[in-house]
């Protein structure tokens, strides 16, 4: 799963976890917050890392698509997969100029 597709699910995971009528807005809106911190870090781990800060995207990716999937009615580990995948986001899209 890609971060966009974890974050459409979500609400209809949590939901099925936390009942019937969770409303998951209040989680969602802090994703955004999420990536603007992720940026913000990017130059940091870019200057730490260079070329293997993709291979760490593509891990936390890994990682996080791993934790969703097998949540399986645990809400604390959808809550890490799902914030996990919107951190690499800005670290795996790489624009060359």
């Not at 799963?1 to 209040?26: D, K, T, V, W």
């Not at 951190?87 to 060359?96: A, E, L, Q, W, Y």
């Amino acid at each position: 799963m890609c971060g966009a597709a974890i974050a459409i699910r979500f609400p209809s995971i949590a939901a099925e976890i936390q009942g019937e009528g969770y409303n998951a807005s209040q989680i969602l809106a802090t994703k955004p917050i999420l990536g603007i911190t992720a940026g913000i870090l990017f130059g940091r781990v870019n200057k730490w890392l260079g070329r293997g800060v993709l291979y760490l995207g593509v891990f936390l990716f890994a990682l996080a698509s791993f934790l969703v999937g097998f949540s399986n009615g645990n809400f604390s580990l959808l809550l890490v997969g799902f914030f996990m995948a919107g951190f690499p986001s800005s670290h795996t899209v790489v624009i060359k100029h």
